[in-house]
C-alpha cells in the first residue's frame, strides 16, 4: 500500500472515532431520558433545546474537575488504565466492516475477541493501582465476571462461525437471507444476557455494588479517570448493540432496519436497567458455568453437525 492508502486508513478510522465518541454522549443522554420516564420524571431538559447540549456541559464539567489521586497508589499505572481501558473499547470499532478502505480484514471476529479480552486487564490493573481494599476487590469481582461469561460468548459466536465458515463480519451480512435470530433463537437471547454480564450492566453491575463496595473498581477516580472508564462503558454498549444487529439480525449495512435494531437493542439495555434489580453474586456464577456453558456447548456442536450434514449429504 501507497501513502494515500495509508493515509485514506488513518482517515477513516480517526472518522468513526470521533463519530463513535459523539454517539455514546447521545447515549448517555437517552439513558438518562429513558430513565426519567421509566421513573415518571423528566430527564435532563435544561440545557439547551431538550437537553441535547446536556451531555457536553457533562463532559466539560468532568474533565475541568480537580484531578485526585490516592497518595500510596502506583501512580504510572492509576493513570494509565482508564486511558487504556476507552482506547481498546474504541479499537474494538476497527472491527467493523466498511464498504469504504479501511481495516474490513478477513479476521474480524478474532479480532474482537482478542481486544475484548485484553480490556479485563485494564479492569484489573486500575483497581490494584489505586491501592484500596474497595477499587482492588471490586475489581476483582469485575474481573472473574467477565473471564466467566467470555467463554459463552465465544462459543455463541463459534456456532455463527459454524453456520458462515468464515472469520469476517462482512460475510455475516452475505449468509443471512433469512435472519440467524430464526435458526439461532435461544443463543440469541443468550448473547443478550452475555452482552449485559460482558458491559457490567444492571442486572449484573456487580462492578459497583454501592451497597457491597462503595463504587467498585472506579472509587478513586475522579475527573477526567472517572469520565473515560464510563465512556468506555458506554462505547462498549454501543458496539454489543451493532455487532447483535450484524450477527442475528440481517447484518445488512445498506438497511435502515439494521439501524433501528441497534437503536432498538441499545434501548433494551436502558430498558433492563430501569426494570430489573441486581443479581446476587453467586447466582451469576451459576448462570455462567452451570447454565450457559453447557447449554452454549451443546448448541455448538448441535450447529456444528447441521452444518456438516449441509455440506457433505
Do not use: H
Not at 493513570?79 to 472491527?95: E, G, K, V
Not at 478502505?101 to 478477513?106: V, Y
Not at 474482537?112 to 493501582?129: A, K, P, Q, R
Not at 468506555?232 to 458496539?239: C, D, G, K, N, V
Amino acid at each position: 500500500m501507497n501513502f494515500f492508502d495509508n493515509l485514506l486508513i488513518f482517515s477513516t478510522s480517526i472518522f468513526m472515532v470521533v463519530m463513535v465518541l459523539i454517539g455514546l454522549a447521545f447515549l448517555t443522554l437517552f439513558e438518562r431520558k429513558i430513565l426519567g420516564y421509566i421513573q415518571i420524571r423528566k430527564g435532563p431538559n435544561k440545557v439547551s433545546f431538550l437537553g441535547l447540549l446536556q451531555p457536553f456541559g457533562d463532559a466539560i464539567k468532568l474533565f475541568s474537575k480537580e484531578q485526585n489521586y490516592p497518595f500510596m497508589s502506583n501512580l504510572s499505572l492509576y493513570y494509565l488504565c482508564p486511558i487504556m481501558n476507552l482506547m481498546l473499547s474504541l479499537f474494538l470499532w476497527m472491527s467493523i466492516p466498511f464498504f469504504s478502505f479501511n481495516l474490513s480484514f478477513s479476521l474480524s471476529m478474532l479480532f474482537f475477541l482478542s481486544i475484548g479480552s485484553v480490556s479485563v486487564y485494564t479492569v484489573m490493573l486500575s483497581g490494584w493501582s489505586s491501592n484500596s481494599s474497595y477499587s482492588l476487590l471490586g475489581s476483582l469481582r469485575s474481573v472473574a465476571q467477565t473471564i466467566s461469561y467470555e467463554v459463552s460468548l465465544i462459543l455463541i459466536l463459534m456456532s455463527l462461525m459454524f453456520m458462515t465458515l468464515s472469520l469476517n463480519f462482512f460475510d455475516l451480512m452475505i449468509f443471512q437471507d433469512c435472519w440467524f435470530v430464526f435458526f439461532l433463537f435461544p443463543l440469541f437471547l443468550m448473547w443478550l444476557v452475555t452482552g449485559l454480564a460482558e458491559t457490567n450492566r444492571t442486572p449484573f453491575d456487580f462492578a459497583e455494588g454501592e451497597s457491597e463496595l462503595v463504587s467498585g473498581f472506579n472509587v478513586e477516580y475522579s475527573s477526567g479517570g472517572f469520565a473515560m472508564i464510563f465512556m468506555a462503558e458506554y462505547s462498549s454498549i454501543l458496539l454489543m448493540s451493532f455487532i447483535s444487529s450484524l450477527l442475528f439480525l440481517g447484518g445488512n449495512l445498506f438497511s435502515f432496519v439494521f439501524y433501528f435494531f441497534i437503536g432498538f437493542i441499545s434501548f433494551f439495555w436502558i430498558w433492563v436497567r430501569g426494570t430489573l434489580p441486581r443479581f446476587r453474586y453467586d447466582k451469576l456464577m451459576y448462570l455462567a458455568w452451570k447454565s450457559y456453558l453447557p447449554v452454549s456447548l451443546n448448541f455448538l456442536f448441535f450447529y456444528e453437525s447441521v452444518k456438516f450434514y449441509i455440506l457433505f449429504f
